[in-house]
T-cell receptor, first 111, second 114 residues
Framework: GQQLNQSPQSMFIQEGEDVSMNCTSSSIFNTWLWYKQDPGEGPVLLIALYKAGELTSNGRLTAQFGITRKDSFLNISASIPSDVGIYFCAGQASGTYKYIFGTGTRLKVLA | KAGVTQTPRYLIKTRGQQVTLSCSPISGHRSVSWYQQTPGQGLQFLFEYFSETQRNKGNFPGRFSGRQFSNSRSEMNVSTLELGDSALYLC?????????????FGSGTQLSVL
C-alpha cells in the first residue's frame, strides 16, 4: 500500500536535545496530521495542519505544513524520556477522504 | 467523552480460523476506518464505513470484511486466517470521514495467528 516517506527512520538523542523529523510525499495534500504511538497502543493525535505554511504548536511540539504542500515537519524541543515512541505523519489529498500514513520515525531518548 | 474502544485487546488464533474484532467510535462520530499495522508494512488502510455503508476500501483480499451498525459501532471480520494476518488492527473514528477531519484511534487489537 501507499506510504509517505518519513525521515529519519529512527534516532537516539540525549534528554534535553531538540528533535526534528519530516514527512514527504509526491502528491499534494490538504491536511496533515501528526501522531505519537507507544508500543502496543494506538496512535495519539498530536497536531493537525490545514494550510500551506501553517505553523502549529502543542506544548513542546511544533509542526509545519510545507509550502509546497508535499511535506510536513515536526519539531520537539527539550526532549524528555516520555517522548520515546514512534511518530507518524498522515496526509489527506484533495478529493479523497482517505489518509495516507508515513513510515514512522522511532525516537529513543537517553536520560 | 470516551475515546475509541476496541475489543478484544489481544487474540490468539490458528490458521484457518476466523476472527471478529469490534470497534465503538467516539460518541457522535459516524465514520469508522480500519487499519492493519505490521512492523514491515506500517499502517495500511483496510476500509471505511459511514452510515452503515462501506465507503472506501483498501487493497486487501476478500477475506477481510466489515460492517457498521446503526449506532456507528463497527466490526471487522477476517476469515480463513493466515500467518501473515498477525498484526495490530486499529480502528479510527471521525465525525463524518470528510475532508480535513481529525482521525482518532483506539488502542487496537493485537492478533496473533499460529
Amino acid at each position: 500500500g501507499q506510504q509517505l516517506n518519513q525521515s529519519p527512520q529512527s534516532m537516539f538523542i540525549q534528554e534535553g536535545e531538540d528533535v526534528s523529523m519530516n514527512c514527504t510525499s509526491s502528491s499534494i495534500f490538504n491536511t496533515w496530521l501528526w501522531y505519537k504511538q507507544d508500543p502496543g497502543e494506538g496512535p495519539v493525535l498530536l497536531i493537525a495542519l490545514y494550510k500551506a505554511g501553517e505553523l502549529t504548536s502543542n506544548g513542546r511540539l511544533t509542526a509545519q505544513f510545507g509550502i509546497t504542500r508535499k511535506d510536513s515537519f515536526l519539531n520537539i524541543s527539550a526532549s524528555i524520556p516520555s517522548d520515546v515512541g514512534i511518530y507518524f505523519c498522515a496526509g489527506q489529498a484533495s478529493g479523497t477522504y482517505k489518509y495516507i500514513f508515513g513510515t514512522g520515525t522511532r525516537l529513543k531518548v537517553l536520560a | 467523552k470516551a475515546g475509541v474502544t476496541q475489543t478484544p485487546r489481544y487474540l490468539i488464533k490458528t490458521r484457518g480460523q476466523q476472527v471478529t474484532l469490534s470497534c465503538s467510535p467516539i460518541s457522535g462520530h459516524r465514520s469508522v476506518s480500519w487499519y492493519q499495522q505490521t512492523p514491515g508494512q506500517g499502517l495500511q488502510f483496510l476500509f471505511e464505513y459511514f452510515s452503515e455503508t462501506q465507503r472506501n476500501k483498501g487493497n486487501f483480499p476478500g477475506r477481510f470484511s466489515g460492517r457498521q451498525f446503526s449506532n456507528s459501532r463497527s466490526e471487522m471480520n477476517v476469515s480463513t486466517l493466515e500467518l501473515g494476518d498477525s498484526a495490530l488492527y486499529l480502528c479510527a473514528s471521525s465525525l463524518d470521514g470528510g475532508a480535513a477531519e481529525k482521525l482518532f484511534f483506539g488502542s487496537g487489537t493485537q492478533l496473533s495467528v499460529l
